[in-house]
């Protein structure tokens, strides 16, 4: 399974870092892929040494490079715990494209639940407090039992409609399957005969 996992860039206490590296390390002995570059070079430098950017230089356009991350994901995992603007974002943006998001907060943290999160209903969004002991049966419960969403679909289409679906993509600023899925939906509900 391919996991995004997110935090607050904020969480620079050593007592953060700690608990996103058991994230971390819980998603990799899962043998889940982590797709957020950020945090698997994170992980890579603690296990190795070495200090990365996580493939995300300074002249890339990051939110771009975290979105497209986001919608090759299984799931995101977000520790939630200190609040920002930018998880918020990379919360939602996963959650209106059907992909289920586990919402993690320390036990005891800074208060509780973040009240725009708690008040939050989607069936998508799993809301769950931890402390460092129980952080690892949380995440494989979660992964066991993630709701499946999407499905892989591939096919052939010629050319035109590739260099077509090329444009679409760059305009809207979306991948090329964001682009189908979109143009599916719109059709599906403009269809007045179907019926799910």
Do not use: W
């Amino acid at each position: 399974m391919k996991v995004y996992f997110t935090a607050s860039s904020s969480g620079s206490h050593k007592e953060d870092r700690e608990n996103y590296l058991k994230v971390l390390q819980v998603i990799k002995s899962s043998k889940h892929t982590i797709t957020n570059p950020y945090y698997a070079a994170m992980l890579e430098s603690q296990e190795g040494g070495r200090e990365d950017k996580g493939g995300v230089g300074e002249g890339d356009d990051v939110f771009e490079t975290l979105r497209k991350k986001i919608s090759n994901s299984d799931c995101v995992v977000a520790e939630i715990t200190i609040p920002s603007t930018s998880l918020g974002i990379q919360i939602e943006y996963a959650l209106s494209n059907k992909i289920p998001v586990l919402c993690l907060f320390k036990k005891g943290g800074n208060g509780d639940l973040p009240l725009m999160v708690r008040d939050y209903k989607n069936p998508l969004l799993f809301k769950q407090s931890y402390t460092p002991k129980n952080i690892a049966g949380i995440l494989r419960r979660f992964f066991k039992n993630v709701p499946k969403t999407r499905i892989k679909f591939n096919m052939f289409i010629p050319y035109e409609l590739d260099k077509y679906l090329s444009y679409l993509s760059k305009k809207d600023r979306i991948p090329k399957s964001e682009v189908v899925r979109n143009l599916l939906q719109d059709k599906l509900k403009a269809d007045t005969e179907y019926s799910s």
